[in-house]
Structures are given as C-alpha cells and as structure tokens.
C-alpha cells in the first residue's frame, strides 16, 4: 500500500511537471499555424453576431436515415394497335440506418457513413467552409431500391430489390452576403457559434449528378412481354451531369445566445448545362461489332430548367467540449430529353434526402491556453484579427436599416 501511494504521488508530480513544461517548437509550429487560421476565419466578422468555438478540433458520431426517389418515365410515339405509352418506374429505397463519423478542424471536415444493417447504402462526404464561402461534396450509392412500374399512369407490378443502383453526387459552393452577421456553417457543421439571430441571401454555384442502372432481372408479366422494347427501348441506365446556378436565403434562429441554433434554408436552382446519357442492350448481330453498352447522347428538351434544395437544422451547444445536432436535407435533379434515337422521350426526376442526427466532441487546446503559450515563447497574442467588427461595448450605428444588415446583405463583409 505504501509502495502504491509513492507511485501516485510520482504519476502526479510528473503530470505537474508536464503541465508546466514549455511547449516544444513542433508544438509552438501548431499553436502559430492555429493562430493564424482562427485571425483569417474572425477577419471581417461582428463577434457578437458570430465566433469560432472555443477548441478548434472537431469528432462527431452520426446516426442518419437515407432514401432516394427516383421516377424515369420513357414515352413512345403512336404505336399500332396502342397508341401512345408512358412507361414510368417509380424507384424509391426503403430508408437505411446510417452509421458514421465526421471529423473536421474548423471549416475543413470529412465524413463517411454507411447502412450497417443492410449495406445498401454508404456515402462519403468533404467540406470546407470559412466565414463567407463554403464547399461541400457529398456521394451516395443506394441499391435498395423497390421498383413500381405504372403504364398510362396504371400500375402493372412492382418489384421488391430489382436490381437497380442509384448513384447520387453532388458539389455545392455558397457564397454569403451578409457573412458578418451569418454563419451558414453554425448550424451545418458547426464550425462558428450563431450568438444572435441573422440570416443571409446565398448565392450558389452546384455540379449535380445522378446515375440509373438496372438490369434485365425486373420480371415482367407474360402479356406485357411484347411491349417491352417499345416500353423500355432496350433501356440500362440513365445518367445526367448537371452544372446549376442558383439563389436562396438561410435563417439562424437562436433564443439564447448561441446556445440553441435553429436554422432553415432553401434555395432555387438553374440548371444552364446538362449532358445526358442512356445505354441500351443491343441485338447480338450489332453487340458483337460494338463491345459493351454504348452510351447516346439525349439532348435537352429545353436549354435551362430549374431545381433545387433545401436544408432546416438544431443544433445545441452542451458545453464548450460537446454538441448535438440534427438536420435534414433533400437535394433535386431532374432532366426531360428531345426525343431519342428511337424516338421516345426520357425523362428522369430524383429526390436525395437525408435525416442525420450527431453527437460531436471538441478538442485541442482552448484560447486561453494558446494565449498563455504564445505569450510566454513567441511573444504573439491572440488578438481578434485586423478588420473584425467589434461591438462588444457601444455598437457603431450603420447608415443601412437593421432588417437589411441582420437579414439580408452586410455591406462590410
């Protein structure tokens, strides 16, 4: 017992030791790096309209519900006998439960979550963002994919995992105007803290794609058989690559001085460039000179049409170490071609959505450490950086209304 007491006495003299132990010069690397990040990420913005958090790491366990809807629709032209037909399959997956993490320092992150009950489904996520300007790209792949199949609006069957794969990508960049009073990240990454109630117009700039493929082991009915090239044309997979332009606005309701955030944002988008692709199964007399599925090109039925997404948020702040956050998030991409080669018209319309909720840690040394640290070896404060907005004591009255500079568009920033 004895020998047990001088060996905890030993741990905490030397646990003192190192507490007051001078950082090394990799250390001192970091904190100067750390610094320098955090005066770039504060530059242009009203402290008491938004900070960054007191620890700048980031980790997080997210929990997530995922789904896809997707609605292809081939129509022919008159048949024999027919007439017209509109042949739709109506794809929609069973929600999967998402298992994941998320690890970011300050607007820099990466996520990867994926079904861990099925394996139907994963998705791998990079962001940036600073205080006016952000990146996220996002990819998933679902292949739980339930299959209704409808001719002239009438359903003919459905099918339970048919063998379609839906493959979902996008990357979004937003631009805030009023980034001295909004943080479209407080409430999506949690990368800022909201202290007081803004909102902002967003102007975004989005690359969107979407992938259909299925096989030939959708069954269909005896009777239905016939129709099936005219229904189907031999169609595989459907693709589109889309480059969108849009605007849209974003709210951060918080009540209690960044405590509890809550946000909501939508944006309409204009889709300006598209390529589309459809593959075919050929007959073999043509397959054999032509290896593999072919793609054509399936030009627009108009030169620009409109999209869109949207996103809402809570997000709580425990305490300057923990977080929770749930948001949830649909995303839009849809196209009508010309008709094609075979003279039906396709058209293609899905909904990405996503239900996350996350329970995230912060770490790494706090201000007033790195203060201390600096002080004392390099003689550097940390300092709120030139061209920050202080209001802390009297605020500077702004020629501009309140409801414009809170709400819409800082002149400042």
């Known amino acids: ?25 990799g250390l001192l690397f970091f904190y100067r790096t750390g610094n320098w990040v955090d005066n770039y990420l504060r530059k242009g913005i009203d402290t008491s309209y938004i900070d960054l958090p007191e620890h700048s790491w980031r980790i997080a366990y997210t929990n997530a519900m995922v789904g896809v809807n997707s609605n292809l629709t081939s129509t022919t032209p008159d048949i024999p006998d027919y007439g017209t037909l509109t042949f739709t399959l109506l ?78 990508a996008s990357l979004n960049l937003w631009y805030a105007l009023n980034a001295a009073h909004y943080s479209h990240q407080a409430a999506v990454k949690q990368s800022y803290i909201q202290k007081k109630t803004a909102g902002s117009l967003l102007l975004h700039l989005s690359y969107l794609s979407s992938q259909v493929d299925f096989s030939d082991t959708i069954k269909v009915p005896e009777a239905q058989k016939p129709l099936l090239p005219a229904l189907m044309s031999n169609l595989t997979a459907v693709r589109t690559r889309q480059v969108a332009v849009g605007i849209g606005y974003g709210i951060n309701y918080t009540p209690n ?40 090109n399936l030009p627009p039925a108009y030169p620009v049409h409109v999209s869109g997404n949207m996103r809402a948020a809570v997000s709580w702040e425990i305490n300057k170490w923990v977080h929770l956050n749930v948001w949830a998030t649909a995303e839009n991409i849809r196209f009508r071609s010309k008709p094609t080669v075979n003279y039906n018209t396709i058209s293609l319309e899905n909904w990405d959505w996503k239900v996350q909720a996350s329970v995230g ?17 390099s003689a550097v404060s940390i300092q709120p ?7 802390s004591e009297e605020p500077k009255k702004s020629r501009y209304p309140l409801w414009l500079t809170d709400y819409f568009w800082s002149p400042k920033n």
């Open 1 to 25: 017992m004895h020998r047990t007491r001088i060996h905890i006495l030993l741990l905490l003299s030397l646990l003192c030791l190192c507490a007051q132990a001078k950082p090394t010069k």
């Open 361 to 377: 840690v912060r770490l790494g040394a706090g201000k007033d450490r790195l203060q201390r640290a600096l002080e004392e070896h």
């Open 91 to 168: 794809n929609k997956t069973t929600p999967s439960v998402d298992l994941g993490f998320y690890a970011a320092y300050r607007g820099f992150g990466f996520g990867y979550s994926w079904d861990a009950i099925h394996a139907y489904a994963q998705r791998l996520s990079f962001s940036f963002g600073s205080k006016f300007i952000g990146i996220d790209f996002g990819i998933q792949t679902s292949t739980n994919i339930h299959t209704n199949v409808l001719l002239n609006g009438q359903a003919l069957w459905n099918q339970g995992n048919a063998g379609v794969i839906i493959t979902n």
């Open 257 to 296: 001085h960044g405590k509890v955030v809550l946000h909501l944002s939508a944006a309409a988008m204009l889709v300006t460039y598209s390529v589309n692709l459809a593959s075919y199964y050929l007959p073999d007399s043509i397959a054999k000179d032509l290896p593999g599925q072919p793609m054509y």
């Open 385 to 391: 950086s030139e061209g920050s907005i202080q209001t």
